[in-house]
């Protein structure tokens, strides 16, 4: 497979001949060169993305397609979901009386969530009143919201 290359502006295009054959009366700004493209690598789809890359190499006459591995950036939607389940699993964690104590907040908190009420939802958790021995879970509850 083959490319036109554009050494002034770096623009890529197609090769229009299926024959590989030279072409005549190319601009000389202009040169074919080899496509080569790397095969993509293993990588974590929950956590990461693979992105194309694509060096031209004038000297060798090639241009070669890979890729880069980058964080997967998450959408709102994911992020609030994601904070929901942690929130979620941290209450499941708690033994049941000490999830009843709280139950009434995290549906509280949880609707506020909803609404993208991070705020709301922080002010709930904190204004709920609990014995000394839970102070410590209830910040751990806190930690999945920005101050």
Same mark, same amino acid.
């Given at each position: ?17 299926? !024959? !590989? ?8 700004? @202009? @040169? ?11 990588? !974590? ?11 031209? !190499?004038?000297?060798? @006459? ?86």
């Amino acid at each position: 497979m083959r490319a036109i290359y554009n050494t002034i502006t770096g623009e890529v295009f197609p090769d229009s001949r299926a !024959d !590989d054959q030279p072409i005549e009366g190319l601009d000389p700004t @202009l @040169l074919v060169m080899a496509i080569v493209q790397e095969p993509a690598p293993a990588y !974590d789809e929950a956590t990461q993305v693979l992105e194309p890359t694509e060096v031209a !190499d004038v000297g060798t @006459l090639t241009i070669t397609r890979g890729w880069n591995i980058m964080p997967r950036v998450l959408t709102a939607e994911e992020q609030l979901a994601e904070r929901r389940a942690q929130m979620a699993a941290a209450f499941d964690s708690l033994p049941v009386p000490v999830q009843a104590a709280f139950y009434m907040t995290r549906i509280s908190a949880e609707a506020a969530m909803d609404r993208n009420r991070f705020d709301i939802a922080r002010a709930l958790v904190e204004a709920q009143v609990v014995p000394p021995e839970l102070e410590s879970v209830k910040a751990g509850i806190l930690a999945y919201f920005p101050s």
